[in-house]
């Protein structure tokens, strides 16, 4: 993530997962298009090495729980500047529709690194028992924009809602994780107190299920607060940003192309959707 944020108008190109079929395409809808994808292939372990809550039968917090997955950027943005820089009302503002995020010095960027991780995260909730939506359907499309993306989860009435990012610090010392909760303006007043509890199961769960440092450049023991971001000001339901690390770091970024890592990061979130849905 960069400091300024913001994606073109590509509406409604939420990705249900309702089906355990691999997702495909790439987003491209017009405004106020509706289009559906097929979802990834759910399923596979749950952290500790434990089947999935739904094949050993037993009773999970996610169970029926919606939950809204935001893939920071994506990967048209670069080549669609005048979609991405278009401003939208962020509730006390105005704001680019998105941008095209940030990267690792060797050349990882994050759109790339958020929907591998996002992937992840829809197949274990889903495995859980959870309605899982992703606000978009592919890493090749443009946007959505940033108000798009939180009135998915508004349409939804999700139970709660992450946007997945990872930071791009360019000071190389920069490292370590923070959660971005809401600060609360008129529009989003109502869920700044659950979207606070959802901060900091998530914060919990990632530290202890991926050991990354709280950040050592921003907010106070992996927590930040934000009324800048128009994915949290236009959200009427728990939303928080995760910013998993710094992509500029290196130690960061060596952990971020690691696979096995990038499940552990999914593994941990999904340990603090249950705790908050508990």
Not at 27 to 42: C, D, I, L, V, Y
Not at 88 to 107: H, M, R
Not at 166 to 191: K, L, Q, T, Y
Request: aromatic residues 4%; glycine residues 14%.
């Amino acid at each position: 993530m960069r400091i300024h944020r913001g994606g073109p108008v590509v509406a409604g190109i939420a990705l249900c997962l309702g089906a355990l079929t691999a997702c495909g395409g790439s987003s491209g809808t017009s405004a106020g298009g509706g289009e559906t994808a097929n979802p990834p292939q759910a399923g596979g372990p749950s952290p500790a090495g434990k089947p999935p809550a739904a094949a050993r039968g037993d009773a999970s917090a996610l169970a029926g729980k919606v939950i809204v997955i935001d893939p920071g950027h994506n990967g048209g943005n670069a080549d669609h500047p005048d979609e991405i820089n278009k401003q939208v009302k962020i509730g006390n503002g105005s704001k680019a529709c998105d941008t095209t995020g940030t990267s690792s010095n060797d050349g990882y960027a994050e759109h790339a690194f958020t929907w591998d991780v996002s992937k992840r995260l829809a197949k274990l909730l889903q495995a859980e028992g959870a309605e899982v939506t992703l606000t978009r359907k592919s890493d090749k499309g443009v946007g959505p924009c940033i108000t798009e993306r939180a009135a998915i989860a508004n349409r939804l009435d999700a139970d709660a809602a992450v946007s997945i990012h990872a930071d791009g610090n360019a000071r190389a010392s920069a490292h370590g994780f923070h959660v971005i909760e809401p600060i609360a303006i008129p529009r989003n007043a109502g869920m700044v107190p659950d979207s606070q509890k959802l901060g900091k199961a998530l914060r919990d769960a990632y530290r202890e299920g991926t050991g990354m440092p709280y950040s050592n450049y921003l907010g106070e023991e992996g927590r930040d607060r934000r009324n800048d971001l128009g994915g949290l000001n236009m959200s009427k339901v728990p939303k928080v940003f995760l910013e998993c690390g710094n992509m500029r770091n290196k130690g960061d970024a060596a952990k971020f192309a690691d696979k096995s890592f990038r499940q552990r990061i999914a593994e941990s979130l999904t340990e603090g959707f249950k705790t908050y849905l508990a």
